[in-house]
């Protein structure tokens, strides 16, 4: 299994990570945390996997100074885009994260590494990268594919077989992430390097409601639930996607 780019795909994944209440919901929630756990002071930032640039765009509007690293040339261009159409500049990098301590000279006081993990074929590999990366008193904010959020919904739709084959890495051309992390295992990788400082769920609670009540909700009513839930001891481990921010050791 190699690492999974989105060249052939990045119209799609427009589309469907950021399209509706989904992407709203998780930028929401990524937001909230940084602000909250960032100085209040210009930094350099490096998003590792930026994809179109969504969080990117964000921190430079905020007055810092962004790097945005992205492999696939679509999704890149898509960022580029977004940029020139909100008057915003930043340093763009075509890029697999292997070969950015080549490129890149100096540490960063945040690097962005979100949703990333789940697509590379042997996701711990990336960690001391990471680390290397961060600035010593800098920031890791780092988001990722809830392996036991996978397993409750598979649990509630009566994918029974499918759990006992432990099969949840999506299809080749889906969306689904090919390797969705087990949080205690990445907890046990992370020891000695990295200490987290918070943490919250990201879509606590929204994937899990029916269609039709997903319908009838209002965006700005989701948002507000999901912010004040996102951090609940009973529902956080059961967010589609963990956020993580890490400080080095």
């Known amino acids: 299994m190699s690492d999974r780019h989105f060249d052939e795909l990045a119209t799609r994944f427009a589309e469907k990570i950021y399209g509706g209440a989904k992407g709203a919901i998780r930028l929401a929630v990524l937001q909230a945390d940084l602000a909250e756990s960032l100085p209040d002071r210009p930094m350099r930032v490096l998003d590792i996997g930026a994809g179109l640039g969504h969080m990117s765009l964000w921190l430079t509007e905020r007055g810092h100074q962004v790097t945005v690293s992205e492999p696939a040339e679509p999704m890149l261009l898509g960022a580029r885009e977004r940029f020139a159409a909100a008057g915003q500049s930043a340093t763009f990098i075509q890029a697999p994260w292997q070969e950015l301590l080549g490129q890149l000279t100096e540490p960063y006081d945040l690097v962005i590494c979100h949703a990333v993990l789940e697509w590379l074929a042997e996701p711990h590999a ?58 205690r295992e990445l907890a046990a990788q992370l020891a000695g390097h990295w200490k987290v400082e918070t943490q919250s769920g990201v879509r606590v609670f929204h994937d899990y409601m029916p269609v039709e009540f997903q319908a009838k909700a209002e965006l700005i009513d989701l948002l507000e639930m999901e912010l004040a839930h996102r951090r609940h001891p009973s529902f956080m481990g059961l967010g589609r996607y963990l956020h993580w921010i890490c400080r080095p050791l």
């Not at 990336?126 to 780092?142: N, R």
């Open 126 to 183: 990336i960690l001391p990268v990471l680390h290397q990366l961060t600035a010593a008193g800098g920031w890791l904010s780092l988001a990722f594919y809830n392996r036991d959020a996978l397993i409750y919904r598979n649990l509630l739709k009566g994918h029974f077989r499918k759990l006992r084959k432990q099969e949840f890495a999506g299809e080749k051309q889906s969306l689904t992430p090919q390797r969705p992390l087990d949080p």
